[in-house]
């Protein structure tokens, strides 16, 4: 009998999984279809690369603002409002997109939008990290990740298609209703196959918004690799086919199929690697990945250059989800999950927003060649800072997740 409690424990797909993953799967795919489609749609309306890169950005900025208060939040009053809430003005913002196609209305909701994201994902992911079992943590999450990668290959290969035909507004309400969707699974996940930890109540919220709690210090520098590292692939989703309609290499969207389907492929085993083995290795492997994604970007002229940026990206931030998101959670104990949560959240965010704003500026000024090039070059310091903070002290990240 005890063996059989034991297996339970470590089991992987339990409803609460499944139920998890779709909702995920529904919103997410909906965020990523405005994330690609929205730039398209604003250059449609004849804005410049300034104000394509900054609505990405707006929207990062508008999470970002939240992220210190939201893991507080949802540690402290539970997970499922926040959720709720966010989820519901998410959907209201994508019709809004439909119905008010104005450059200064957009700019408007899209930090909003960005907001609503902060808190439902802090929310998603802190629950993520309630049902993934802690001995098999980087595996679950490799699986679960698994849906947030199919969304990434439809999300934005969908919205290019729908943006190239003349469909933006069409576009944009397909997100609303994916939205919708996540929401009502989101009912029979709390209704039938979650139950929420112990909250955290032994203060009053005045006591509890205080940055020693707003930030779990263990999680800051994997979130702070994570972050840096998401400013290239940001950089690719926002002008990669914008890029691609300028050189004129036709099928943008097999950047984002690509990227996918190498996502799907390794991930799970990238995290039965990270599980067993640690991960020193697998987070120089990233970085490498990852710029070099970003250097054949900047040479693109062909459809095979393109896919083979995607394989790369796809490796690389993959093994990122694994390693890194790994070592900012899975270590946090029970009444802490929403802070490290949205401490890896506020970093790895802050690069996606930092990372288109700096992109247009450096299109405008290099051209897409040049900026792919300087920002392969972060990734590049970003592998040396992650070396030069020691393999020991990363190897203890993944001592305490086993423990």
């Not at 009502?184 to 009053?204: G, N, Q, W």
């Not at 070592?327 to 930092?354: E, K, Q, Y």
């Not at 040049?370 to 002290?393: D, N, P, Q, W």
Request: charged share 10%.
């Amino acid at each position: 009998m005890e063996a059989e409690d034991s297996q339970e424990k470590v089991r992987i797909f339990t409803l609460g999984f499944i139920l998890l993953s779709l909702v995920n799967i529904c919103s997410f795919m909906a965020w990523q279809i405005i994330f690609t489609g929205l730039p398209i749609y604003l250059a449609s309306l004849e804005a410049s690369s300034v104000e394509v890169g900054l609505v990405s950005s707006l929207a990062m900025f508008g999470s970002i603002i939240c992220r210190p208060f939201t893991g507080v939040l949802v540690d402290t009053y539970g997970r499922k409002g926040f959720l709720y809430a966010g989820y519901i003005v998410m959907a209201l913002c994508s019709f809004c997109y439909a119905i008010f196609p104005i450059v200064g209305v957009i700019f408007a909701t899209r930090f909003i939008h960005g907001l609503a994201w902060g808190f439902s994902s802090t929310a998603i992911n802190t629950v993520s990290v309630d049902i993934f079992p802690r001995k098999r943590f980087s595996e679950a999450a490799g699986y679960y990740a698994l849906t947030g990668s199919l969304a990434l290959a439809l999300g934005p290969a969908i919205a290019v298609w729908m943006a190239e035909g003349g469909h933006e507004q069409l576009m944009v309400v397909l997100a609303g209703v994916l939205t919708t969707a996540g929401i009502l699974i989101a009912v029979v996940m709390f209704s039938r196959a979650y139950k929420e930890p112990p909250l955290k109540k032994d203060k009053t919220l005045r006591e509890a918004m205080v940055p020693s709690n707003m930030f779990e210090k263990t999680a800051v520098f994997p979130s702070l690799i994570h972050g840096l590292l998401s400013m290239g692939y940001i950089c690719m989703n926002t002008f990669g086919a914008i890029m691609g309609a300028e050189r004129g290499i036709e099928n943008m969207a097999a950047l984002f199929i690509t990227y996918a389907i190498a996502n799907v492929a390794m991930r799970p085993i990238l995290g039965h690697i990270a599980d067993s083995k640690g991960f020193f290795g697998l987070g120089v492997m990233s970085c490498i990945s990852c710029a070099l994604s970003l250097v054949i970007l900047a040479y693109a002229s062909t459809l095979w250059m393109i896919i083979l940026a995607g394989i790369f990206t796809g490796l690389g931030m993959g093994t990122a989800m694994s390693v890194f998101y790994t070592m900012a959670v899975a270590i946090a104990p029970p009444d802490r999950r929403g802070a490290a949560t949205s401490t890896h959240l506020f970093f790895f965010n802050g690069g996606m927003a930092v990372g288109p704003f700096i992109g247009g500026f450096l299109v405008d000024a290099f051209g897409y060649g040049g900026m792919y090039l300087t920002i392969a070059g972060l990734s590049v310091l970003t592998c040396i800072v992650f070396v030069l903070y020691g393999k020991e002290r990363i190897d203890m990240y993944h001592t305490k997740q086993q423990g």
